[in-house]
T-cell receptor
Framework: DTAVSQTPKYLVTQMGNDKSIKCEQN?????MYWYKQDSKKFLKIMFS???????INETVPNRFSPKSPDKAHLNLHINSLELGDSAVYFC???????????????FGSGTRLTVV | GQNIDQPTEMTATEGAIVQINCTYQTSGFNGLFWYQQHAGEAPTFLSY????GLEEKGRFSSFLSRSKGYSYLLLKELQMKDSASYLCAVLSQAGTALIFGKGTTLSVSS
């Protein structure tokens, strides 16, 4: 049973296309996140949702739009893809937005997006 | 805001001990985490410190000094499988998200 699952695992697409990445968690966590990891391995937060409510929206181009239909799902839609969007996108979840002892995040396995 | 610094790369040999340092500046401290990330995989949780002192967990230990804004991860009896990136992270001031450093890539050789 996968705790946090992301699809697809790999995504290769052309500049200008629109694509979506899906994330689902079966841990009963209240909070979900999207992180972007660039080629230098820097993991940077993009968005966070708590019980379907957006609580973190970092400085991200508005071509990126997260959607949370329920607390178990957080999808990421990207419009007009650019070369610089190429990265690994990680979904994560945590309980109640509290990252207390022993728990932290549970990460999905990542989606490697390549824009050509 | 937060600022987290850690060395970019480190090398060590099997069986040795290595210490990975992390310094941070944050307007409010709510805890510090260490994660391990193997190439092509997701980060996995290693440790959490919110009080000063040393937390030991098998071959891995993590230390925190809040007054110095300093933490380290100590890896003992290094194995080849410990070759990975080690990410230091602090909770945001609101406690709503983890802010990661740029990670330290550790290479263990035989």
């Amino acid at each position: 049973d996968t705790a946090v699952s992301q699809t697809p695992k790999y995504l290769v697409t052309q500049m200008g296309n629109d694509k979506s990445i899906k994330c689902e968690q079966n841990l009963g966590h209240d909070t979900m996140y999207w992180y972007k990891q660039d080629s230098k391995k820097f993991l940077k937060i993009m968005f966070s949702y708590n019980n379907k409510e957006l609580i973190i929206n970092e400085t991200v181009p508005n071509r990126f739009s997260p959607k949370s239909p329920d607390k178990a799902h957080l999808n990421l839609h990207i419009n007009s893809l650019e070369l610089g969007d190429s990265a690994v996108y990680f979904c994560a979840s945590s309980q109640n937005g509290k990252l207390g002892p022993s728990y932290g995040y549970t990460f999905g396995s990542g989606t490697r997006l390549t824009v050509v | 805001g937060q600022n987290i610094d850690q060395p970019t790369e480190m090398t060590a040999t099997e069986g040795a001990i290595v210490q990975i340092n992390c310094t941070y500046q944050t307007s409010g401290f709510n805890g510090l985490f260490w994660y391990q990330q193997h190439a092509g995989e997701a980060p996995t949780f290693l440790s959490y410190n919110v009080l000063d002192g040393l937390e030991e967990k098998g071959r891995f230990s993590s230390f925190l000094s809040r007054s110095k804004g300093y933490s380290y991860l100590l890896l003992k009896e290094l194995q080849m499988k410990d070759s990975a990136s080690y990410l230091c992270a602090v909770l945001s001031q609101a406690g709503t998200a983890l802010i990661f450093g740029k990670g330290t890539t550790l290479s263990v050789s035989s």
